[in-house]
C-alpha cells in the first residue's frame, strides 16, 4: 500500500514537470526586423531564441501581421563557395540553450511584402513551435548592423 501511494505521487510529480516544462516555451530576445527600401522583395526577421526546458525545441513555421506572399526559415551557410541562404524546415534550439538569428547565420524571411514597414515600425510575429505551441510577440524595424569584422568572424565559425 506505502509503495502505491509513493508510485503514485512520482507520476505526479513527473506530469508536473512535463506539463510546466511544455508551458515555458522559448524565451524571445530583443526581436527585430531589418529596414529595408520600399522596393525590397524580402525582409530579414532576428531574435535570439533562449530554450530553459529540459526538451529540445524547434520553430517550425513562422505567421507575421504584414501581407506578405509567404514566410520561410532560412539560414545562411557556405555552399559551393558562396555565402548562400537556403530554406530550413526548421529552426532549432536544444534544451537549456540559446540560437541566434542574425544576419549571415538563422533568420526568418518575410517574402514578397505588399508593403515594406518604416523604421521604428512594429511587425507582430507569431512562431509554431515543434511541439504545437505558438508564441506572438512584436518585433521593432531598425538598421542592421553591416560590420565586415563581424561577419568575417561569423563566417570563420560556422
Ligand atoms: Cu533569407
Redesign the pocket.
Known amino acids: 500500500m506505502k509503495l502505491n501511494i509513493s508510485r503514485a505521487l512520482g507520476t505526479v510529480l513527473l506530469l508536473s514537470c512535463a506539463a510546466s516544462a511544455a508551458a515555458g516555451g522559448l524565451k524571445v530576445i530583443d526581436p527585430w526586423v531589418r529596414s529595408a527600401p520600399p522596393n525590397a522583395p524580402?525582409l530579414?526577421v532576428f531574435m535570439t531564441l533562449e530554450n530553459h526546458s529540459a526538451a529540445d525545441r524547434a520553430v517550425v513555421a513562422a505567421r507575421s501581421s504584414m501581407t506578405v506572399d509567404r514566410v520561410e526559415l532560412?539560414r545562411t551557410m557556405m555552399a559551393g563557395g558562396v555565402m548562400k541562404?537556403m530554406p530550413q524546415n526548421a529552426i532549432p534550439v536544444a534544451s537549456r540553450s540559446a540560437t541566434v538569428l542574425k544576419p549571415g547565420s538563422w533568420?526568418i524571411?518575410l517574402i514578397g511584402p505588399d508593403k515594406v514597414p518604416a523604421m521604428g515600425d512594429k511587425v507582430r510575429l507569431t512562431l509554431v513551435l515543434d511541439d504545437g505551441t505558438e508564441q506572438s510577440f512584436e518585433a521593432i524595424v531598425r538598421h542592421g548592423e553591416m560590420n565586415m569584422k563581424t561577419q568575417d568572424h561569423q563566417m570563420k565559425h560556422e
Open positions: 524580402a530579414g532560412h541562404m533568420h524571411m
